[in-house]
């Protein structure tokens, strides 16, 4: 082989080379694989409407769901407090699966741990486990709060953690005083989201104190609860915008120090975060907005049952319009005028929407993701002159597909789009052949789906633009805005600028299509 020491290469173009290419002839022999015509015969007919039909009348398989578990919102809530270990009930596998999957977007060590339940644990429950497990992990890590999530095992033998952590605090395990707030997360129904929805009410109720009733006011600041956000930038781009106005805000699960922290030699388990403090002073704030309302259903309960606040209505500060209202309810909340300095950021964001709108306008994208991601997206292209196709959503449900057709139908570039639940990549993949658009956009499992676009014609091809969650397959986008003036901006850029290389690579013909390859766009 030629790979050596001397000589290392990654596997492209590595297994381009004739030896490697001898032993994949070789195992597709071994394996009695179809030869390259039938293949391409299979190929060209799931591009076609015929497969498409047969592909939406499936019922008991998912292909790419375009979500993931309950879990991996359980720990990224976890993240956001102070000195807080995330702490997983359920098999070492699990674990590391969470820890990976966000290794791999965040570029950082991860800080969960689990109780490793095995076979002996699914059949007489997992009570040892979590002693051990809580035990050694206040021992060895020594948080200060320790998060507790399931995974399916636990869930299907039916572990009751509020019983399991009060026994373990009984038997001397953990100390009696110690936070160890809880969430069952099942992973076979709901989705990230609604993990990290149920980690936070498992939070806030296990940090409230029973004998100190809120009393929302007295203290002249906001609560900002997030949700499940993966955008660095847009977690500073909220305490910016307060910090212009001059309003006092805690955000409620800020993990954007723990998850980008500096390379300086040191490390830390335990970075920023939401301080036990500010969470039993919640219910004291003026009102708490939830920027992500469409997947915070148990946190608004929370909000207005245990706080006695209104949870105030708010959308997903994505785009010119959703940033102008979310500004003007902080400004009605608290008295204080918009900062001149934001009035002069939109206005550049306005300038630029000038710019670009006629390489924008009219041009057509397909998109997939989280059901508040998508309704921000969603609007904020049309404030564009862009025009939806088609928008799926896998864990959305009937109520946000009745609010985002209505979204698409009061606007005259949403009058040709379709919305999609309950659908996955494989749903989306047979739309992108047969409902093209010119651009989708979504996370970086698109990236097969452009490529089988192609792989029919350069004609047929379907660019992905990189936004949500994960983000496996670039480097640092997570650390970008993609919320308020700021956010819409790298956005704006985003999108026109891939517009323009498209055009670009389509006109780059020497002598054939190069009447248009200009330098100026």
């Not at 706080?307 to 994505?318: H, S």
């Amino acid at each position: 082989m030629s790979q050596s020491a001397d000589n290392i290469q990654p596997c492209y173009p590595l297994f381009e080379q004739d030896e490697y290419q001898d032993l994949f002839r070789s195992k597709r022999a071994l394996e009695e694989g179809h030869d390259p015509k039938r293949v391409q015969e299979v190929f060209e007919w799931t591009t076609t409407q015929e497969y498409q039909d047969l592909n939406f009348k499936r019922e008991a398989l998912t292909v790419d769901p375009a979500k993931a578990c309950q879990p991996l919102g359980a720990v990224l809530c976890s993240l956001g407090f102070s000195n807080t270990l995330p702490y997983v009930h359920g098999s070492q596998g699990c674990v590391a699966y969470f820890r990976t999957y966000f290794s791999r977007h965040f570029k950082e060590p991860i800080a969960c741990v689990s109780d490793s339940m095995t076979e002996d644990a699914a059949v007489f429950g997992g009570n040892n486990n979590m002693n051990s497990g809580l035990e050694n992990a206040a021992a060895l890590y020594k948080p200060e709060m320790i998060a507790v999530s399931t995974t399916c095992m636990a869930e299907v033998i039916g572990d009751d953690l509020h019983a399991f952590i009060g026994n373990a605090k009984k038997d001397g395990h953990v100390p009696e005083d110690m936070p160890i707030p809880f969430a069952h997360t099942p992973s076979f129904i709901g989705s990230h989201v609604t993990g990290w929805d149920n980690m936070f009410e498992g939070v806030a109720k296990t940090l409230a104190d029973p004998n100190k009733p809120a009393a929302p006011g007295t203290r002249q600041k906001l609560n900002v609860v997030t949700g499940f956000e993966t955008y660095l930038g847009n977690y500073r781009v909220i305490k910016r915008m307060m910090a212009q106005m001059g309003v006092a805000c805690s955000i409620l699960s800020d993990p954007s120090e723990v998850l980008d922290t500096p390379a300086d030699g040191h490390y830390r388990m335990y970075a920023g975060g939401t301080s036990q403090q500010e969470m039993r002073e919640a219910g004291d704030a003026i009102d708490t907005l939830l920027l992500q309302p469409w997947h915070l259903t148990k946190t608004k309960k929370v909000v207005q049952e245990l706080w006695n606040q209104p949870a105030t209505d708010v959308a997903v500060p994505i785009g010119l319009d959703a940033t102008d209202k979310l500004l003007m309810t902080i400004s009605s909340l608290t008295g204080k005028p918009i900062a001149d300095s934001l009035t002069q950021e939109r206005g550049r964001l306005v300038d630029m929407m000038i710019d670009s709108h006629t390489w924008l306008h009219g041009k057509r994208f397909a998109l997939y993701g989280d059901p508040d991601f998508l309704m921000g997206m969603t609007q904020f292209l049309m404030e564009l002159g862009c025009e939806p196709t088609t928008v799926l959503c896998h864990n959305g449900n009937k109520r946000w597909m009745k609010a985002m057709k209505k979204m698409l139908a009061d606007s005259p570039y949403g009058q040709e789009a379709e919305v999609y639940i309950n659908c996955d990549l494989w749903h989306f993949r047979s739309l992108m052949f047969t409902n093209k658009p010119d651009f989708m956009i979504g996370n970086s499992y698109g990236k097969f789906i452009q490529r089988d676009t192609l792989a029919k014609g350069e004609q047929f091809e379907v660019p992905l633009i990189r936004l949500g969650f994960p983000l496996f397959d670039r480097h640092h986008l997570h650390r970008q805005a993609t919320w308020g003036y700021e956010g819409a901006m790298t956005i704006l850029t985003t999108l026109v600028n891939a517009v323009l290389e498209k055009l670009d690579r389509d006109t780059m013909k020497l002598g054939k299509t190069d009447y248009n390859f200009d330098l100026v766009r």
